[in-house]
């Protein structure tokens, strides 16, 4: 693990009590690992980092779009919030380079490792909150996701993938999109499925995931891609 003060300059906060940013981004396998209690772990400061994130988007959208209903609204916040959007905004500042991990978990690459940041990135957010109060995590927040919604809205990353490209299949090619099983691999316990999104005979595009309907979400979203549908035209 790197040295917290590089991470406090990364992110332009001095902490006053440092030892809450450690807490942020220690896992519960590193504690079970190398000894520590329950208190030692990130995952009550990542309970109230989800809360203040949830709040602070929800304000921003409110004001950003006041036309817009409440359930559109919730389906941009669930965009913004999510465990790609925000272990990706976990990447982009480097909380890799700074995570307590056991040697088990630190093997994990991928999906695994996306939920681990996510929580992270949740939990910096709880340990800001505490530390430096409101206005403080709300820049956080405000610096690293905020600039993301207009390509939640421009992309329709708010809306589920399988139904923008029924939507999509339907307006332009008058199809309705089906989904089939290429590939299935992996013992019981740990399957990975490969779908492909067709129109009529037409392979459109494929999707991996680890249930039929992870797959099938992520080869309708390759399919709106190829076929280039992800604009607001």
Do not use: C
Not at 53 to 68: A, I, M, Q, R, W
Not at 139 to 156: G, P
Request: hydrophobic share 35%.
């Amino acid at each position: 693990m790197k040295n917290l003060d590089d991470f406090e300059k990364k992110i332009n906060i001095k902490f006053k009590d440092q030892s809450i940013l450690k807490r942020a981004f220690t896992h519960r396998s590193y504690v079970n690992e190398h000894g520590g209690s329950y208190w030692d772990h990130n995952e009550r400061l990542e309970y109230l980092g989800d809360a203040v994130l949830e709040l602070v988007v929800s304000d921003h959208l409110y004001n950003k779009f006041p036309k817009e209903k409440e359930g559109i609204l919730t389906s941009y916040r669930s965009a913004l919030v999510n465990t790609m959007t925000i272990s990706n905004a976990a990447r982009n500042i480097g909380m890799n380079d700074f995570l307590l991990l056991s040697k088990g978990e630190a093997k994990d690459t991928g999906r695994a490792r996306d939920f681990i940041l996510a929580d992270v990135f949740e939990a910096v957010i709880g340990a800001i909150y505490l530390d430096q109060g409101y206005d403080i995590a709300k820049k956080f927040i405000s610096e690293n996701i905020f600039h993301l919604t207009d390509e939640v809205i421009k992309k329709r990353l708010w809306q589920d993938a399988k139904s923008y490209f029924q939507e999509k299949a339907q307006e332009i090619v008058n199809i309705t999109p089906t989904y089939k099983v290429l590939e299935e691999t992996g013992p019981d316990h740990d399957k990975r499925f490969k779908v492909g999104a067709f129109l009529g005979e037409e392979q459109v595009a494929e999707g991996e995931g680890v249930s039929k309907q992870e797959a099938e979400q992520n080869s309708a979203k390759n399919a709106l891609e190829t076929k280039d549908w992800n604009g607001n035209n």
